[in-house]
Nanobody, 124 residues
Framework: VQLQASGGGLVQPGGSLRLSCAAS????????TGWFRQAPGKEREGVSC????????YYADSVKGRFTIPRDNAKNTVYLQMNSLKPEDTAVYYC??????????????????WGQGTQVTVSS
């Protein structure tokens, strides 16, 4: 049973990246799935989430209008499409599954299984 986050890298301000959260050993579509990020010296914060059905999403105010969270159940993967990136988006990004498949939040205690992080650096 594993969650694998990937797709991070170095990008210039205004650029785009797509992160992937791939599951193995279980069906990711049975879970609400979220993305969090943690910058150096800061608390881990919720960025986005999508419920198991895909019918509801959550976005932090800081990323609304710039990030989207599509899911592809056939590939057992949830993505984080990040556009118009800013230096303040620099962080390690983590994906996690929530303990309620029908509810999304940006709160860490609503999530109980975490993947390893992937580094995103936005810099010129």
């Amino acid at each position: 049973v594993q969650l694998q986050a990937s797709g991070g890298g170095l990008v210039q301000p205004g650029g785009s990246l797509r992160l992937s959260c791939a599951a193995s050993g279980f069906t990711l579509g049975d879970y609400a799935t979220g993305w969090f990020r943690q910058a150096p010296g800061k608390e881990r914060e919720g960025v986005s989430c999508i419920v198991s059905s895909g019918g509801s999403t959550y976005y932090a105010d800081s990323v609304k209008g710039r990030f989207t969270i599509p899911r592809d159940n056939a590939k057992n993967t949830v993505y984080l499409q990040m556009n118009s990136l800013k230096p303040e988006d620099t962080a390690v990004y983590y994906c996690a599954t929530a303990n309620n498949p029908y509810y999304c939040s940006g709160l860490r205690y609503d999530y109980d299984y975490w993947g390893q992080g992937t580094q995103v650096t936005v810099s010129s």
